[in-house]
């Protein structure tokens, strides 16, 4: 067990709507990382928040937003969602979220678009 | 274009049969690089985070090293709990702020 919680576990939606992924990192730690995995693109980086704030974006796309509360838990939402998005969602923590930084992940989301 | 490639991608083995996994990366200024174990439908699982060239870490059967252009994971003696996706990711863009991820190496080891 990682500390990092993630909920749902799986989520099944339709095409169009929109869901919120939640993410809880580690006691301690202030950085936040989101990654989506599918099988055909493998663990691709979408976006990272230190201390709630935005601090590096991958292939995130614009349907897809994310941010940071103050008490340090994450949300992912995904708008007008495609049958491309099914895929398993991971957050990660780090302590300080430097480039070196130990990131541990959690259980994922799996969500299924249908 | 910085690049993570790994290789194979999938790799038999029998118990006790000792074998090497390979990532090799085109990173300009590499500030480190991690390997991961992941097991179907889990989180990525931390092993190793190597620093500098000529870098060896190790961990039960597993050892890492890092070279100039790549790295290595050796295990030896697998047994068959050694099976799962091995997964290197190195830290990218300005500050190292982005990680790339490999496609893995997904490990099977037959008792």
């Known amino acids: 067990d990682s500390g990092v919680t993630q909920t749902p576990k799986h989520l099944i939606t339709a095409t169009g709507q929109r869901v919120t992924l939640r993410c809880s990192p580690r006691?301690?730690?202030?950085?936040v990382y989101w990654y989506q995995q599918s099988l055909d693109q493998g663990l691709q980086f979408l976006i990272q928040y230190y201390n709630g704030e935005e601090r590096a974006k991958g292939n995130i796309l614009e349907r897809f937003s994310a941010q940071q509360f103050p008490d340090l838990h994450s949300e992912l939402n995904l708008s007008s969602l495609e049958l491309g998005d099914s895929a398993l969602y991971f957050c990660?923590?780090?302590?300080?979220?430097?480039?070196?930084?130990?990131?541990?992940f959690g259980p994922g989301t799996r969500l299924t678009v249908l | 274009e910085d690049q993570v490639t790994q290789s194979p991608e999938a790799l038999r083995l029998q118990e006790g049969e000792s074998s090497s996994l390979n990532c090799s990366y085109t990173?300009?200024?590499?500030?480190?690089l991690f390997w991961y174990r992941q097991d179907p439908g889990k989180g990525p699982e931390f092993l190793f985070t190597?620093?500098?060239a000529g870098e060896e870490k190790e961990k039960e059967r597993l050892k890492a090293t890092l070279t100039k252009k790549e790295s290595f994971l050796h295990i030896t003696a697998p047994k068959p709990e050694d099976s799962a996706t091995y997964l290197c990711?190195?830290?990218?863009?300005?500050?190292?702020?982005?990680?790339?991820f490999g496609a893995g190496t997904r490990l099977f080891v037959k008792a």
């Open positions: 006691s301690g730690d202030l950085s």
């Open positions: 190597l620093y500098s």
């Open positions: 990711a190195v830290p990218l863009g300005s500050g190292g702020f982005k990680t790339i």
């Open positions: 990660a923590s780090s302590v300080q979220g430097g480039a070196t930084d130990t990131q541990y």
């Open positions: 990173v300009s200024g590499l500030r480190g």
